[in-house]
């Protein structure tokens, strides 16, 4: 449907933890995810060559870049088969952990836990760190969201790279149901959580 060539063109200037090497590590990650658990390889690697083309939108705009990424792709996969297409829409419109819709087919299900793994082990914190460097916030603070009402929510007081990760690894939630992408996710997450909390 679109090559890592054609791909890369999406990405120029894109910030150092969403550039292009990211997406081919997603890309690696949800390959394996979609073979071991089943589903489509040819939307699957769509998907994940494709899922981060709204960011730029996103920091210009403040609109969500997974809607804007979904939408995007349907441009760019104009001519392919549309229940394809379809399919890479949907996997790229729910892999944002914070909104969107959950993913529910299993194109879907990879995308979204390839992405997460990511921000996990060795390579997550140096991308958290890039992120944090390149929007200058204090590093080390949990940023503290507000409820309806004025009240803090203790469920995002802790740091944003914990709140991303830890439901990959079944810690919080049941979003993530590939068997591959939780086996992964404990391994990686030992590194950042050697005493395994």
């Keep these: 449907m679109i090559s890592i060539e ?22 690696a990650l949800a390959e394996r995810i979609a073979r071991a658990e089943g589903g489509d390889l040819e939307v699957v690697r769509a998907a994940a060559l494709l899922h981060d083309i709204g960011r ?10 997974a809607a804007i990424g979904a939408a995007r792709a349907r441009e760019i996969l104009a001519g392919h088969p549309p229940e394809k297409v379809e399919a890479v829409v949907t996997a790229i419109a729910s892999h944002r952990f914070r909104s969107g819709p959950p993913p529910a087919t299993p194109e879907a299900r990879a995308l979204f836990d390839a992405d997460k793994l990511d921000a996990m082990g060795a390579i997550g914190v140096a991308r958290a760190f890039a992120r944090a460097g390149a929007r200058r916030p204090a590093l080390g603070t949990a940023r503290r969201r507000r409820r309806p009402g004025g009240r803090h929510s203790r469920a995002h007081a802790r740091p944003r790279v914990h709140r991303q990760t830890l439901p990959v690894a079944g810690r919080d939630d049941d979003r993530h149901r590939p068997r591959a992408g939780r086996r992964a996710a404990r391994l990686y997450g030992g590194v950042l959580h050697p005493t395994g909390r």
Excluded: C, I, N, P
């Design 56 to 65: 730029a939108e996103e920091e210009a705009t403040g609109g969500d870049h």
């Design 6 to 27: 054609e791909a890369r063109q999406y990405y120029q200037g894109h910030e150092s933890s969403h550039d292009f090497d990211h997406v081919l590590r997603v890309l």
